[in-house]
């Protein structure tokens, strides 16, 4: 099969790889960019902060139906190949399909439940309700993009997590905005959540045609108590990392209820989370990668490895911030006239994340060294003071000074992470000499 060609993917330069995610996360940016613009175009502020609240909202519950199974595939499924077990890679990807399935239909169950309850009648919840149901679809996708990258379709799973499924979106929410009446945020909502079952239905083809050969032919192996375990240490850390990328939204709405801040938030944080597109773009290059000199026993290389990339983030980061500080208003106004008040807090936002992006290896090289504990502690001791920090300033300040904690708390966490993985690197360099 013509998947086939990439199936190797230690034998490509990371730089290769590198180029493509970073161009195909420019793509997807601005696809995104420019459906959310239409969705703040066609919907009401207020309604506009809805929509953007309840897409945060189910990122946080996803990140919870994968129970880190979809992060911990990175780490877990190159040794597998690399040792030619097929009963492994099989038994692993039936179990986390399955544990996608069972624990996002039970999620959105319960959510639907606790809704029906007590019956909540605000619009805001309607729509989490409403987006709810498209929870075990997306967990699913999720999984299937990382056993992609696994086996080597690192291009095409990429292309259609960040073009094809960006590019469906935006299609759809232009088609509202073409309507004679006013498009409704349940409509939205539909859009975004049909969208990913089609890309869904391209993943799992991607996945099946990439897979190695012999894969379906060969018995399950399961392994599931280990699996459970170890893929909760990476939940932990997505989830908290997940809520924090998410909680500048949140608060707002959680604490003041002021949709039309969330909307200004949304629209900066928007713009400023590209540099966070590229970071994640680029370790589903440079995750595999370090799992395989891990295997290997080469202490040297992983730290190579991450300077290069360092250094490639460094560059990109400085680049788009100096691009923020001189283009901000006009990205801005893509959304409206009216979302151009909020650059200063684009501003400071993308300060935040430019910093988040340069040091973003350094979790992943923990967690790859089973350093788990010290991980979970920094990821949930910034979560907790960010989040508090960000309460009290939505509490009492504006989406500006929420912006100024946000950034203040990310630069301080990934600064926390570094230390951290200098520490260890130091420590296995150390060891293997």
Request: hydrophobic share 60%.
């Amino acid at each position: 099969m013509w998947f086939h060609s990439e199936h190797n993917f230690h034998t490509r330069t990371a730089r290769d790889y590198s180029i493509f995610v970073t161009v195909a996360a420019f793509i997807g940016y601005a696809f995104t960019l420019a459906m959310n613009a239409v969705a703040a175009h066609i919907l009401p502020q207020v309604e506009f902060g809805e929509f953007s609240s309840a897409v945060a909202m189910v990122g946080i519950i996803c990140t919870c139906a994968t129970l880190g199974l979809e992060k911990y595939a990175l780490r877990l499924l190159p040794q597998y190949i690399v040792a030619a077990d097929l009963r492994g890679v099989k038994g692993y990807i039936c179990f986390g399909v399955a544990i996608c399935i069972l624990v996002g239909v039970a999620i959105s169950i319960g959510a639907f439940s606790l809704y029906t309850l007590f019956k909540i009648e605000t619009q805001n919840l309607n729509v989490l309700a409403q987006i709810l149901w498209f929870v075990p679809v997306i967990a699913i996708f999720l999984f299937a993009l990382e056993i992609a990258t696994t086996f080597g379709a690192i291009i095409w799973s990429t292309a259609i997590y960040r073009i094809i499924f960006p590019f469906i979106t935006l299609v759809g929410m232009a088609a509202l905005s073409w309507r004679a009446a006013t498009p409704s945020v349940g409509e939205a909502v539909n859009v975004y959540g049909f969208s990913w079952v089609f890309a869904l239905v391209l993943m799992l083809w991607v996945m099946h045609q990439s897979a190695p050969k012999g894969l379906y032919l060969s018995p399950f192996s399961f392994a599931i108590k280990k699996w459970l375990i170890e893929g909760v240490e990476y939940l932990g850390f997505s989830l908290l990392m997940t809520v924090f990328s998410q909680a500048a939204i949140l608060t707002i709405e959680v604490v003041r209820g002021d949709r039309i801040s969330v909307g200004l938030i949304a629209a900066a944080m928007q713009i400023s989370t590209l540099v966070i597109i590229v970071q994640t773009a680029t370790m589903r290059v440079f995750g595999p990668r370090l799992a395989i000199l891990i295997a290997a026993k080469d202490a040297i290389g992983q730290r190579q490895l991450m300077r290069r990339r360092a250094w490639f983030m460094f560059l990109f980061g400085i680049a788009f911030f100096a691009a923020v500080v001189m283009f901000g208003r006009e990205m801005l106004d893509l959304f409206g006239a009216e979302y151009k008040v909020a650059y200063q807090a684009l501003v400071v936002l993308t300060i935040g994340n430019v910093v988040n992006t340069i040091l973003g290896f350094a979790p992943t090289y923990l967690q790859f060294h089973e350093a788990h504990r010290i991980t979970l502690k920094i990821a949930a001791l910034g979560t907790i003071v960010g989040i508090l920090v960000m309460g009290i300033t939505a509490a009492y300040g504006t989406y500006l000074d929420v912006a100024y904690a946000y950034s203040f708390s990310v630069i301080a966490m990934y600064g926390a992470f570094q230390i951290a993985a200098m520490v260890v690197s130091k420590r296995v360099i150390s060891a293997q000499s």
